[in-house]
């Protein structure tokens, strides 16, 4: 077992920190503080949040003690706990990493609560959530910050610090919460510890994500809705195959990277994984105002198309040199999930239909001749993509957006079902929002094959703001200055605006 806790950090963060200085293999004690990785909340319902902690003190390898730990949990009307509406107690046990998910109910709509967690004699501190909007009422606005993408190594969490001082009514994360390999340039700070490849080594890599004194801080202020992309599992990752290896012993990989995400999210019980199977796929409503499809396009995807020989993984393939690309039995979302979808989308009532999924979805193709396509994304699943934005015509749902991450880079797209055809209307526009830490790459400023891409840049790490009214969209693309710098400054890349009712950008 080895330290867990960078000192910086714990100390940055102003905690009461009884027992820090101790050093060694030492057994659990109760003046050890066991909030150490924070807490969290998650799935905002009209009457219902889910709470979340894990106790860790300073060790690494799944806790602080075999037993199972009594943790009391209070949820209040004001922010000194004093007008209390719930409490109760609930049990963390080793099985689940001293994770704890407490799915509260009987909660009022659309305002804000308070809740601290309690266990072996030491407090949480407050932490804020808030509930949703009853579906048939419509909210005058949801705003709400759209991150993916958080390399530990490659960068501090400035990206959250403006994040919080922008007071988001929640925070949308689209996957790579975590790096189960180290990687990148001119590195900040170290995984230290190999590439994670079991259960052990996927919850010690949360544990030291989740030390950071700018992601509890985002944490602590409002729920979340998250879902995964290939990096809480390994790179380039598609259903039951990695990069260099497939199968059972793949799956045994899968199960514990799953299990540890679950762990260390304010995700609901259902989405308790079994085995290397977790169904993360669900809606999430905001009133009459907003309606979130959560995606999953890793567990289910067909594997990219056209691999090397011996290796999975995406690549760089021409239509013309990949006949695969283009088998419409090729899925990204898998059977089940694009049937769900679809059914969701006929039945889609808020004013906008959000899809928050992990990947680019624009078409974009390189430069070269012939012009080649990245397979790991939308691109490597063209078929699949224009049944999905087919279907987003045909359901008529209203007002759709995409949104998403992965590519580390801002980017914004009008979509349509036959990209080859630019003077047909957009059936959505997507907003894909770059990475808080992640290293990015380079973009041009137009791609005349490619004319629905309306901004790209990779250049600066950050996220996006995003704001709902009934009458319009509008996202702001934040970028940080300086992603090696804790205390960075902020700006705005670009402003867009969606009016209700016209699937079409207009400059903000
Ligand atoms: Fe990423």
Known sequence: MTLLLPRRGLLRAGMAMPGLALLGHLPARADEY???????????????????????????????????????????????????????????????????????????????????????????????????????????????????????????????????????????????????????????????????????????????????????????????????????????????????EEGAGFLARRAAAYKAFWEHMPLPLSARPEGASARIYRRVGFGDLAGFHILDDRQYRAYQACQRPGRGGGGYVSREACAELDDPARSMLGSAQETWLREGLHGARARWTVLAQQTRMARLGTMRTPVTYWTDGWDGYPAARARLLGDLAASRAPNPLVIGGDIHAHLVAELRPDFDRPETPPVAVEFTGTSITSQGGRYRESYPADPHIAYANGSARGYLMMTLTPAAATSELRAIDDVRDRDTGLSTQRRFVLEAGRPALLPG
């Not at 759209?146 to 190594?153: F, L, P």
């Open 34 to 244: 066991p909030f150490a990785l924070g807490v969290a909340s998650g799935e905002p319902g009209s009457d219902s949040v889910i709470l979340w902690t894990r106790l860790a003190t300073r060790w690494q390898g799944g806790g602080i003690t075999p037993a199972p730990v009594p943790v009391d949990w209070v949820v209040a009307r004001d922010e000194g706990l004093r007008d209390v509406v719930r409490r109760g107690r609930a049990m963390a046990v080793a099985e689940d990493a001293h994770s704890v998910h407490v799915e509260v109910t009987g909660l009022d709509p659309d305002r804000p609560y308070w809740y601290r967690f309690t266990a072996l004699g030491a407090e949480s501190g407050t932490a804020r959530t808030r509930t949703a909007p009853r579906p048939g009422t419509m909210p005058a606005h949801l705003r709400f910050a759209v991150a993916s993408c958080q390399q530990y190594e490659q960068g501090y969490y400035g990206a959250y610090r403006h994040m919080l001082a922008e007071n988001p009514d929640l925070v949308v994360f689209l996957g790579d919460y975590i790096y189960e390999a180290s990687w990148g340039r001119n590195l900040v700070r170290s995984h230290e510890g190999p590439s994670a490849r079991d259960l052990e080594g996927y919850r010690d890599r949360y544990a030291l994500y989740k030390t950071d004194p700018d992601l509890q801080a985002m944490h602590r202020a409002c729920p979340w809705l998250v879902t995964w992309d290939d990096h809480e599992v390994s790179n380039d990752y598609a259903a039951d195959r990695g990069e260099m």
